[in-house]
């Protein structure tokens, strides 16, 4: 994976596993990343991109007072990407997130908000959760979906989208597509559009700046 986003021209890749608290400890957690992160080392090449470490931490109940979360931000960041539920979600969990932004000083990247945008049952917490200071993250994938990618254009366009995943796991199905999908955005945007998002991640894997 790492060869082949080098080939699309990543330099830098933010490693996020999952972590899912109902069935995982923080501190095992970074025991098991640190040990990738170590074989990952062992077999690091010129041409490969430089990997910075974080976590996709999926949302539960208590999140806005769970004190060991802070682990779990981006390396030498506030950042932490969020994945809300894909359920019904609840004011109350709105609120958990708020508490995450005001009272401890996350900042919140909201992970792939295109699949929550295509859950009807939630469109008014969403766009609550869009009002608040959060960053906004999209995967590749949404913009090579002809379903999704007039909305996601118009959204990176009105400069409402911070962050382009490639949510890639695997060289199958789900293989590394930033490639495919920057070149949807310098074709319907320009190259403009895409040097903000550039700059905006370098900011922060480089300088700890957020967007919002
Ligand atoms: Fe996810």
Redesign the pocket.
Known sequence: MMKASAEQGVQCMVATP?FYATRDRVDSFLKRRGAAREALDARMGPDLPEIVLGA?VAFFRGIGKAEQIEALKIEKTDSLLL?MPFRQWSEEDVDEVQKLIEERGFNIIL??IERYMAMRENGQLVRQLLEMPVSVQINAEGLLDWRMRGKLVRMVKNEQVHFLGS?CHNMGHRAPNLGAGREVIRKKLGQASLDRIDRLSEALLFRGDSPV
């Open positions: 999952h996709e994945e992970a792939h949510d």
